[in-house]
Nanobody, 119 residues
Framework: VQLQASGGGLVQAGGSLRLSCAASIRTFSSYAMSWFRQAPGKEREFVAAVSWSGSRTFYANSVKGRFAISRDNAKNTVYLQMNSLKPEDTAVYYC?????????????WGQGTQVTVSS
């Protein structure tokens, strides 16, 4: 099983990026999916999650109203649309797959994609 995150890069403050996470999971539609991030010298933190069907989404307060998580089960892919980016959003972003749906224990993690927001 692989989770391949992509779409990171360098963007100016106020700009946008769209991250993608392609999963090689045969039963992808039965997994809740989440995005986490880790900035240099900081602990990894939760960013957003989407239920297996896509009907429920959850966000960290720091990104609510600016980020949007979605998924396409036909493409085994989850997305993170990031708008109005701030320098404090700079981090390595990871996607993760959760079979239990409790958003606490994750079965698979991607390798991460770097997002850098310049001021």
């Amino acid at each position: 099983v692989q989770l391949q995150a992509s779409g990171g890069g360098l963007v100016q403050a106020g700009g946008s990026l769209r991250l993608s996470c392609a999963a090689s999971i045969r039963t992808f539609s039965s997994y809740a999916m989440s995005w986490f991030r880790q900035a240099p010298g900081k602990e990894r933190e939760f960013v957003a999650a989407v239920s297996w069907s896509g009907s429920r989404t959850f966000y960290a307060n720091s990104v609510k109203g600016r980020f949007a998580i979605s998924r396409d089960n036909a493409k085994n892919t989850v997305y993170l649309q990031m708008n109005s980016l701030k320098p404090e959003d700079t981090a390595v972003y990871y996607c993760a797959a959760d079979k239990s749906g409790n958003y606490l224990e994750y079965d698979y993690w991607g390798q991460g994609t770097q997002v850098t927001v310049s001021s």
